[in-house]
């Protein structure tokens, strides 16, 4: 089953003689559950991809379907919901609320949504990504890898359709880069989630099930990785 379809995908920013396609009549599926890693050079194309995947940025043309809905038909109030309910980014530089605590960010989207947070599932997450013992520390008290592990922590608090990781290991050391990415892949076996990774990282790209390479906004290669 398709949990993202992406059909033609073009984004054009600019007008005239000063136009930049980022984007070419970009299409392929992910089946959920599976990990692919986007690969390119800088200015292929991947951050653009991955803003339209996230519901960040709307197309120039082109539809993005995520678990069967068409993301781009919804008015921007639905897609900020949907985007908080059913997807979940990770950035670079973590992106954390300062004044709150580790499990207040990781139980945000919950509190964004105006629900009560699931203590159980946050305090499985804060076990999954070895937090227990920071849950009331805020951003400034940890690591950089810590701060990650929190802004991955918050990406899976609602069971997301999709978990979208934008260079995540790209502002840490090597060793803090394999412990990312092995909670990364923990959560993509252990919780069944489909992830999808943006990375300049061959090493990271090779721990992908599938590759999708992109060049001066084209898929050039999409192929899966042979291990």
């Known amino acids: 089953m398709s949990i993202v379809k992406v059909e033609n995908l ?11 396609d980022a984007l070419c009549d970009v299409s392929f599926s992910v089946e959920k559950s599976e990990f692919v890693a986007i690969v390119g050079a800088s200015g292929s194309g991947k951050s653009t991809l991955l803003h339209l995947l996230g519901g960040v940025d709307r197309p120039t043309d ?9 993301i781009y038909s919804l008015d921007e109030s639905n897609l900020a919901i949907f985007r908080r309910r059913h997807i979940g980014l990770i950035y670079q530089f973590y ?33 999954a990504t070895g937090l227990s013992d920071r849950a009331n520390h805020l951003p400034n008290q940890l690591s950089g890898g ?43 076996k252990h919780y069944n989630q489909t992830l999808i990774v943006i990375t300049h990282d061959e090493q990271i790209a090779l721990q992908a099930d599938r590759v999708i390479a992109l060049e001066d906004g084209r898929v050039v290669r999409d192929e899966v990785n042979r291990r």
């Open 10 to 20: 073009s984004k054009r920013y600019g007008s005239g003689d000063t136009a930049v």
């Open 95 to 127: 992106n954390l609320i300062p004044v709150l605590t580790v499990e207040e960010n990781i139980a945000l989207p919950h509190l964004l949504d105006g629900r009560k947070p699931d203590t159980a599932k946050r305090d499985e997450i804060l076990r």
């Open 62 to 70: 082109g539809r993005v379907f995520i678990d069967g809905t068409d």
């Open 146 to 188: 810590q701060q990650q592990r929190v802004s991955i922590g918050r990406a899976l608090i609602n069971d997301p359709a999709i978990i979208l990781a934008d260079e995540p290991t790209g502002n840490l050391d090597s060793k803090m880069s394999r412990e990312i990415m092995e909670l990364l892949k923990f959560a993509n």
